[in-house]
């Protein structure tokens, strides 16, 4: 994925490897690359193993763990917000939130259209801000994207 500034220049780019999106496959979980400028890695996303609950680690570019993010046993959002927490490396103190927020019945029912919102530090390194950007992306497409126009809600990893 590509994302551009307003003169239409690359400014992040967003690579995700095909990997099995079951939680059976420990060995193959979700992993991303985040660069900018494009070809200068600035951190990744790593999947953690985990069934009950949604979990992932921020890491920087030399794939030290910065934070974690958890997400609830039950992603569907019925007429509320869906929330990750963003935690600090050791796990015990909320530093922020990724939100899938509720647009309505009409919306939520009839388009796969969805709005996040993100909060963090003010003082949050940059490059770690693109990176739970990144990260925002890849729980959208884990847990909220339909196929065949049908949802795919289920417990935590299943």
């Known amino acids: 994925m590509q ?6 220049r690359e400014v992040i780019h967003i690579n995700r490897p095909l990997r099995c999106t079951s939680c ?3 060995c193959c979980l979700q992993k991303v690359e985040v660069c900018s400028p494009p070809g200068t890695v600035i951190g990744y ?19 030290e763990e910065v934070l974690k993010i958890e997400g609830p046993c039950f992603t ?3 007429c509320g917000d869906v929330e990750f927490q963003v935690l600090s490396a050791d796990g ?3 530093v922020g939130k990724i939100s899938k927020q509720w647009t309505g019945l009409v919306k939520e029912l009839f388009t796969d259209a969805d709005n996040f919102g993100i909060t963090f530090p003010m003082d949050l390194d940059v490059n770690i801000k693109a990176v739970l ?7 959208d497409f884990m847990f909220f994207e339909k196929k065949g126009n049908k ?3 289920s417990p935590g990893m299943l």
């Open 3 to 8: 994302i551009m500034d307003n003169m239409g």
């Open 24 to 26: 059976w496959f420990p």
């Open 45 to 63: 996303v790593k999947q953690s193993w985990s069934i009950c609950v949604p979990k992932f680690t921020v890491c920087n570019a030399q794939e």
């Open 76 to 78: 569907c959002s019925i």
């Open 92 to 94: 015990g103190t909320q």
């Open 133 to 139: 950007l990144s990260a925002t992306f890849l729980i």
């Open 151 to 153: 949802e795919n809600d």
